[in-house]
């Protein structure tokens, strides 16, 4: 699935997990895999469903696949977050507008402190009503109605620099 802006968004992220390495920091991956009838996308065993080569996960750090849009929905993350005794959840991902906006509006609900990397995140154009939304554009417009209420939207270097204060 094409998305705009997915490299640049990817790297950012790659130097977030590098962060979260070097300071023996929990992490966790999550892997879509489609699991509706008729899916065209994130299908078991292709190039879409697997994880990008440059977040790719270590041996050892926790993969949790998910079928919907919201990562809590009907997967372990819960428990394992709540087992690892997490309560701040730094969060990086495509699409914007789909699962990082679910998985964080979840999280919030949940009780978890949700801080959004703005710039380890892309999503896509979108049509509606016979008009274009530009990424760009939808990219803000999500991020900006999950600050605030859901959680803190910042570039991946300001939310470091907030981890290490």
């Not at 979260?20 to 699991?35: D, E, G, S, T, W």
């Not at 078991?44 to 998910?66: D, S």
């Not at 949700?114 to 509606?128: F, G, K, M, P, V």
């Amino acid at each position: 699935m094409e998305l705009e802006g997915s490299t640049e968004a990817g790297l950012v992220a790659r130097h977030l997990l590098t962060h979260f390495r070097r300071n023996h920091l929990p992490v966790v991956h999550i892997q879509h895999i489609a699991a509706h009838p008729g899916a065209t996308f994130f299908l078991p065993g292709t190039e879409g469903a697997k994880v990008h080569e440059c977040v790719h996960p270590l041996e050892g750090e926790t993969i949790i696949q998910k079928h919907f849009p919201n990562a809590f929905r009907e997967t372990g993350l819960l428990e394992h977050l709540h087992g690892e005794k997490v309560a701040r959840l730094l969060i990086a991902g495509m699409m914007t507008h789909m699962c990082v906006d679910a998985s964080t509006r979840a999280a919030a609900d949940l009780g978890f402190e949700c801080w959004i990397a703005s710039d380890a995140c892309a999503t896509r154009r979108l049509n509606r009503e016979g008009r274009s939304v530009a990424a760009e554009d939808v990219h803000l417009a999500f991020l900006a109605a999950l600050d605030g209420t859901y959680g803190q939207v910042l570039p991946a270097q300001e939310l470091l620099a907030r981890l290490d204060a």
